[in-house]
């Protein structure tokens, strides 16, 4: 069975304090690792896909990496406007699978 | 552009009610998607279309039943909902089923069931 472990669920960090948020996986081959960020009462809003370990995608100050058991969305100098939950979610391949999700990190940035 | 909708954001019901959650896209999506998704939880699939086909129910029950008018529209419709049924409902599109393809999630619908 699939299985999506993302830590930590809570993060509180200072306004330009840079860290790292990990999502760590277990699929039987990977089609695609998604990371997504979530307001709350709204819908979750897409980052990024990664298909391979050793792939990187950046955004502004998001930069999410890919390893074969983890992947990892760094956030470089938070703004307060990056308070949001931080969802990892995996596909896994051979037909249809369906996505199975991480329960997130909800992440603070203080001014 | 990657937008899906949503209507309404917000519904209140009873458990005697009849309501439906209507989803559009206009990106060319061939799949789509009803996931519910309660306080603090991740979402939950609920139903997955294919070319207007219903190719996954996650074993709901059938007081929700969903319908795919053509191939931009999802609607689900509720009847004598209970009180745990009460989460964010949320739509999904994605190009199609087969491909590396990431789903788009709508802003959902905030469903209170009273």
């Known amino acids: 069975e699939d299985q999506v472990t993302q830590s930590p669920e809570a993060l509180r960090l200072q306004e330009g304090e840079s860290s790292s948020l990990n999502c760590s996986y277990t699929?039987?081959?990977?089609?695609?690792l998604f990371w997504y960020r979530q307001d709350p009462g709204k819908g979750p809003e897409f980052l990024f896909t990664l298909y391979s370990a050793g792939e990187e995608k950046e955004k502004e100050r998001l930069k999410a990496t890919l390893t074969k058991k983890e992947s990892f969305l760094h956030i470089t100098a938070p703004k307060p406007e990056d308070s949001a939950t931080y969802l990892c979610a995996v596909q896994a391949g051979g037909g249809y699978q369906k996505v199975t999700f991480g329960t997130g990190t909800k992440l603070q940035v203080i001014p | 552009d990657t937008e899906v909708t949503q209507t309404p954001k917000h519904l209140v019901m009873g458990m005697t009610n009849k309501k439906s959650l209507k989803c559009e896209q206009h990106m060319g999506h061939r799949a789509m998607y009803w996931y519910k998704q309660k306080a603090k939880k991740p979402p939950e699939l609920m139903f997955v279309?294919?070319?207007?086909?219903?190719?996954i129910n996650e074993s709901v029950p059938s007081r929700f039943s969903p319908e795919c008018p053509n191939s931009s529209l999802l609607n689900l419709h509720l009847h004598a909902l209970q009180p745990e049924d009460s989460a964010l409902y949320l739509c999904?599109?994605?190009?199609?089923?087969?491909?590396?393809?990431?789903?788009?999630f709508g802003p959902g619908t905030r469903l209170l069931v009273l």
């Open positions: 279309y294919s070319y207007e086909k219903l190719s």
């Open positions: 699929v039987s081959g990977l089609r695609g």
């Open positions: 999904a599109s994605s190009q199609d089923l087969q491909r590396k393809e990431t789903q788009y």
